[in-house]
């Protein structure tokens, strides 16, 4: 209900753009990861969630490199590239699930705090009671400092 004269709050959240203003025939910029690495993230198909993801972890001071699929990404995590973290979405294309590569990650390396996100309330259901942290979508970049902060300090206080 509006209240004449007291105005109006509309907040409208945009993704963050890596990729400069193209013009009408112009090709999109591609994106790098940078060479040190202490986070990784793998992301499904939606290069905008993946991109808010990844500028919300970036703002808690973690180096991101994503990978394309739970595979990639338990392969980057495997090759010892020495992540303090796994920020990955639920429903992934490739055949391996967040689910199924937090588990794996668990048998290999116990230590290292993962987040899961999903917009799915029955992926929600399928991760309850685990050993990481489930982000609801749409998230926020204080849901993601907070998923990621309860994550390590899960971690830590397990160790």
């Known amino acids: 209900m509006s209240t004449p004269g007291l105005g109006t709050t509309i907040t409208l959240y945009l993704?963050?753009?890596?990729?400069?203003i193209a013009t009408r025939d112009a090709r999109p910029a591609r994106s790098h990861s940078g060479a040190r690495r202490r986070s990784g993230a793998s992301r499904r198909g939606q290069r905008e969630v993946a991109e808010v993801a990844r500028a919300c972890i970036e703002e808690l001071g973690y180096t991101v490199t994503a990978a394309a699929n739970a595979g990639d990404a338990l392969k980057l995590v495997e090759a010892g590239e020495g992540f303090d973290l796994v920020f990955s979405d639920i429903v992934m294309p490739g055949g391996m699930s967040?689910?199924?590569l937090a588990a794996r990650l668990r048998e290999r390396r116990p230590d290292l705090p993962v987040v899961l996100a999903t917009g799915y309330s029955h992926a929600v259901e399928a991760g309850a009671g685990k050993s990481f942290t489930i982000i609801q979508k749409p998230f926020t970049a204080a849901k993601i400092a907070a998923a990621v902060r309860a994550a390590t300090e899960k971690r830590s206080?397990?160790?």
């Open 15 to 20: 993704p963050r753009s890596t990729e400069g």
């Open 98 to 100: 967040g689910l199924d």
């Open 157 to 159: 206080a397990e160790r």
